[in-house]
């Protein structure tokens, strides 16, 4: 969940993203054990879902651009976990934020953050981004400044892993969620059939 405040959480995100306006999840799928079961529980545990609306700020040389992305994060038994998203239909522009100008609208047809346990205290992560930005940018001038902003993300979320004042409160609430299903597993055992 931590990582997933780097990209979702807009005071996380403006920490390395300079281009980020306003991240916000305006429609969250409260229900998520309904999506487990919708999911026919195939695709991991969905611990969180919605559509989530993304601006980036206007500079002199390019206008700012809009997103509308479903966006959710599952995840599988060994705590590994993909965070995911991808852009909504045209046909769903209706659920822009009514209050705000319309801007040009970025595309993200894949994105994807998967990360894997590989010790107790580290975890190996593999990101995947498919955007088209929109407008009449070519893309020997956007790739550059994506893989950049990108770059930024990782060296952020380096330093904020390996500070164990931050990490303090999110290591404490795994230990006790993992202390929760050892005890559930345990009772699950000892239950008659």
Known sequence: ????????????????DPQIENVDEI????DVD??????????????RLGIGYCQTKSNPIVDGREQLILC????????????WGTEMEEWHNY????????????????????????????FDVEYVLQ?????N????????????????????????????EIMAPW????EEQIKDFMIAERHSLLMPL
């Open 171 to 174: 290591v404490n609430e795994t």
């Open 137 to 164: 940018l070519p893309t020997f001038l956007t790739t550059p400044i994506l893989v950049e902003t990108v770059k930024q993300m990782f060296k952020y979320a380096k330093k904020t892993f390996a500070d164990d």
């Open 34 to 47: 309904a999506a487990n079961i919708a999911m026919n529980f195939k695709y991991l545990d969905c611990k």
């Open 72 to 83: 959710g994060i599952q995840e599988a038994q060994n705590k590994a976990c993909v965070i």
């Open 1 to 16: 969940m931590k990582f997933a405040e780097f990209i979702m959480n807009l005071e996380e995100r403006a920490k390395w």
């Open 27 to 30: 429609y969250p799928v409260y």
């Open 131 to 135: 955007l088209e930005v929109g407008g």
């Open 95 to 122: 659920l822009f934020p009514q209050d705000k100008k319309r801007h040009t609208r970025a595309k993200t047809h894949l994105f994807s953050t998967t990360l894997v346990p590989t010790g107790p205290d580290s």
